[in-house]
């Protein structure tokens, strides 16, 4: 089979599309043919060098694709050779085949098209993970998600308002504001001239809930926007790594802070996250009011273009990559 392989770290161009060995699925995992996999910034980071894969998971960058069962391991049950299905990786997603755990599959929801189901499964299992089952967003509470215009950010929103939530975000431009309101925020901030503390709590109580791609440049401020017993979840380190904390204040507050990763995770974990993501989250995607949001499809072998979109900004939603022509 054909893969994406890093010829050595660097830049974009150190992606090269070539003849690897097929994976092999071991007891409790299945052998999935790729229609696509989808670009994370974790996967940059991977190019880079600054992102091994767990120990065990295959160097081959991709946390997710769609596909279609074309073998099943020992001990499999519940799903047949011949289904469609969306995967949450731990790596091995740019390629024409990957091997993964059973428990980590997701079937295709409603009429989500294939390709598109490959953009679905990390942004669904971080978001859910951290925003609904971790910081317990319910109907009525106020959601701050920092970077609205991303994959993470655009399905938040989507959750958020499924949920009854309002939902704030961030943004840097008029037009991304804009098409994150149509999709469903009600508060938009550009972050490049206005302050999303003062602009939050001008329209609300401040936050219950933050999530936050941008690690120790927002820490402060993330603490000052939170409301009364609000939770602060972390997610991302874009802003940095070291920041300063005002204990008096979170503790005034009666805040909270998490930091979490979801690729680092057992096996077990990922398992019970994705079980309740197929129970709790994929019957809103199934009734449209949560859809996958695709800026581009791009040629696997051509995943370089990919990556350098992320990077070079103005991507809305997700960067998918089709493993066939």
Excluded at 80 to 105: R, T
Excluded at 283 to 289: C, F, I, R, W, Y
Excluded at 298 to 319: C, N, Q, S, T, Y
């Amino acid at each position: 089979m054909h893969a994406i392989k890093i010829s050595e770290p660097g830049g974009p161009d150190n992606l090269v599309w070539t003849e690897v060995a097929d994976p092999v699925p071991g007891a409790g995992e299945v052998l999935i043919d790729v229609a696509a996999s989808a670009v994370n910034r974790a996967d940059l980071l991977q190019r880079q060098g600054n992102y091994p894969p767990p120990r065990g998971a295959s160097d081959i960058i991709g946390l997710e694709c769609s596909g279609t069962i074309i073998e099943l391991g020992e001990g499999v049950e519940g799903w047949q050779v011949g289904d469609e299905v969306c995967a949450l990786l731990s790596g091995g997603g740019y390629a024409e085949k990957v091997a993964v755990p059973a428990v980590q599959l997701l079937p295709v929801p409603g009429e989500v098209e294939l390709l598109s189901a490959a953009g679905l499964p990390e942004v669904a299992c971080t978001v859910w993970s951290n925003v609904v089952m971790h910081a317990g967003l319910s109907e009525g509470d106020v959601l701050l998600v920092h970077g609205g215009a991303g994959g993470i950010g655009t399905h938040a929103i989507q959750v958020g308002k499924a949920l009854g939530a309002t939902v704030a975000i961030t943004a840097g431009s008029p037009e991304r504001l804009e098409r994150c309101r149509q999709l469903g925020a009600d508060i938009v901030i550009n972050y490049r001239d206005q302050d999303f503390v003062e602009e939050l709590k001008n329209e609300t109580k401040g936050a219950d809930v933050i999530l936050d791609n941008m690690g120790a440049k927002y820490l402060g401020r993330n603490v000052d926007a939170l409301a009364t017993g609000g939770r602060l979840v972390v997610i991302g380190m874009q802003g940095g790594l070291k920041g300063e904390l005002n204990l008096g204040k979170l503790i005034g507050k009666r805040g909270s802070i998490a930091a979490t990763t979801l690729r680092a995770r057992p096996v077990e974990e990922k398992g019970a996250i994705v079980a309740d993501v197929r129970e709790r989250l994929w019957p809103l995607v199934v009734e449209g009011s949560v859809h996958p949001v695709i800026d581009q499809v791009i040629p696997m072998a051509e995943a370089a273009d990919g990556h350098r979109a992320l990077e070079e900004g103005g991507v809305f939603g997700k960067i998918v990559l089709a493993a066939k022509s």
